[in-house]
């Protein structure tokens, strides 16, 4: 671990790279010769191994670092494959070992350079001037300009500028605090390219930024013609990265900007517009009769477990397994239900009490106390603490087990097993007996679920495991769900500020279809690997009219 200097900021320099070991040594080499060392080198490998693509020799790279004493962390691309999923990765990787607002972030492109001083600069401006972002300028060398170009070096962030042409701002010309790399949501990893002005634009929506520059070039851009240059005409990933750009950041466009971003794209890049989107077809959700009626007789054991407190959330599973118990000829419904938590301080006990109400309706439940649970748990049933039943709220892990345990021993019983197969089914209290579905609609359609019949048929073919649907409510904590609603919200908004009031809002239903179509999580903040629905909306699907028209959406003053 090499010693953070007193009094400064810790400073790290991100480099991700892909295949490309004599421009990633060149890159490296102006790192070496920085005036201003930095503490860190965060070096990404995006190869694709599996391909026959080449990776860093991390072991020469951090011993050479080690001697002119720079700690490296040699990472391979944990996110999303691309550019912004490995500059992610690193971006992740520091601020899970330092605070964030004491790391300051300079990129390098593995085909660039950097002047000697470049870092000293950044760090002098940003420290004398007390600023979060710190902009260099940009010398582009080409065909054109062998001995280079100097682009202009923008001294704030402007939208129109971000949003129509670019500002000359570049992966490697950031230089950004940390903690203001994470408010923005880091690098979309939905964009195969455009990263640099999408980021602009979620920086300069935080308010709060703080920028200078440097006054000097001291990025060193190589825009010579390769196969394997992303800026090149006509180059896949550049054509794809302004179609995601365009599609994501459209709504803040008035039509002279989008006019001007279009023509720009077409005649410096080859783009063509928009690339149309494939949606998947809709699923086949045809059913044989009564989904939830078997066809042979079939005791359906259905166990979960639920507060003690607050009977609210199961009522609603409980009166549908009760309606099912009732109507269905062939299917016997017998519910195992494992208290869980402390009960109110009045000594009332609301779970028990809607219990006895629905087996007064002829459903057949187990219902599992805490005083059966510590009885149990004393005879060595469960490895727990008999003391802790009732005290406090157990993990779901160990309640769901007990749930397992006393479904097990209820099926064994000679009175359920004399009637036909026994099933066992644990479901979460919250759970709702349909799944929705791609129709190809505006709103994904309401499917019963789970289908017996189908599951007989699939047993019969000698299928052992199933994998169901499970929709609407995740079965994961909701806070976990909030970055991407918030930043669904926020698109929304500014796309209503856009809008007319008698104006219709813009019907986005097939960019939906597809967005969830391409990522399976894509509600959740938390995701590990496929991270690149974290920065993409989804947009708001207006109501439709009988005529198939989308209505206005009305709105104060309107």
């Known amino acids: 671990m090499i010693t953070i200097r007193s009094g400064l900021p810790i400073l790290a320099t991100l480099i991700p790279t892909r295949n490309r070991p004599d421009l990633l040594d060149r890159a490296l080499r102006s790192i070496w010769s920085q005036s201003f060392k930095p503490n860190i080198l965060v070096l990404v490998d995006d190869a694709r191994v599996e391909s026959g693509e080449q990776s860093p020799d991390f ?21 999303s494959p691309g550019l912004a999923g490995a500059c992610n990765t690193g971006l992740d990787e520091l601020q899970r070992r330092h ?15 950097w002047k000697p001083n470049h870092l000293e600069l950044c760090l002098v401006q940003a420290r004398d001037r007390d600023t979060l972002m710190v902009i260099s300028g940009v010398i582009r060398c080409d065909e054109e300009h062998p001995a280079g170009h100097e682009h202009a070096m923008p001294n704030t962030l402007d939208v129109h500028a971000l949003l129509t042409t670019g500002q000359h701002i570049q992966g490697s ?54 196969p394997d240059r992303c800026s090149a005409i006509g180059s896949p990933q550049k054509v794809e990265g302004l179609s995601g750009f365009h599609r994501k950041w459209r709504h ?30 809709p699923f086949d959700v045809s059913t044989v009769g009564d989904p939830f009626e078997p ?24 009166e549908w397994l009760c309606e099912l118990s009732s109507r269905s000829g062939n299917c016997r419904v017998l519910v195992v239900i ?5 009960r109110p301080d009045t000594g009332r006990q609301p779970l028990r009490t809607l219990v ?42 160990v309640t769901r087990s007990m749930v397992a345990v006393y479904a097990a021993q209820l099926a064994k019983q000679p009175w359920v097993k004399r009637e036909g197969e026994v099933w066992v089914w644990v479901l979460d209290d919250e759970y709702r007996p349909e799944v929705l579905v791609d129709q190809a609609g505006i709103v994904p359609k309401k499917v019963p679920r789970p289908d017996f019949n189908e599951l ?73 690997c496929d991270c690149a629905h974290l920065e993409s909306p989804m947009w708001l699907s207006p109501p439709h009219s009988e005529a198939g028209n989308p209505p206005a959406i009305p709105r104060s003053g309107a």
Not at 304 to 315: F, G, L, M, N, W
């Open 99 to 113: 605070p964030a607002e004491q790391v300051f972030v300079a990129v390098l492109d593995d085909d660039d350079m």
């Open 173 to 226: 010309n950031i230089f950004l605090r940390l903690d203001k790399f994470l408010e923005a949501g880091m690098f979309s990893e939905d964009l195969p390219s455009c990263t640099d002005r999408d980021l602009c634009l979620k920086l300069e929506e935080l308010g709060d930024l703080r920028i200078t520059t440097t006054g000097a070039h001291t990025v060193i851009h190589d825009a010579y013609p390769r």
């Open 456 to 528: 007989f048929r699939l047993k019969a073919e000698g299928v052992d495991i199933v994998l169901g649907q499970l929709t609407d409510a995740a079965s994961i904590p909701t806070l976990t769900t909030v970055r991407t609603q918030l930043l669904d919200l926020k698109c929304l908004l500014q796309t209503l500020d856009q809008t007319a009031a008698a104006e219709p809002l813009p019907d986005r239903t097939h960019e939906n279809r597809v967005f969830r179509s391409l990522h399976a999580d894509y509600y959740y903040d938390s995701a590990r």
């Open 356 to 397: 006895d109400s629905i087996g007064g309706r002829g459903l057949h439940c187990l219902y599992v106390d805490h005083e059966r649970q510590r009885a149990d748990a004393a005879t060595g049933l469960f490895e727990i603490d008999a003391d802790m039943v009732g005290s406090t709220r157990l993990p779901i892990a």
């Open 338 to 342: 494992v208290e869980n938590g402390p």
């Open 59 to 79: 072991k020469a790279i951090a011993a050479f670092a080690l001697r002119i004493g720079i700690e490296t962390i040699l990472l391979r691309n944990r996110r």
């Open 295 to 318: 066809p042979t007789p079939v005791t359906v054991i259905a166990g979960t477990t639920t507060d003690s407190s607050d009977p609210r959330k199961i009522a609603p599973l409980l």
């Open 252 to 281: 803040r466009m008035r039509p002279d900007e989008q006019t001007k971003f279009e023509h720009r794209s077409r005649m410096l890049f080859g783009w063509k517009g928009p690339a149309k989107l494939e949606a998947p077809p």
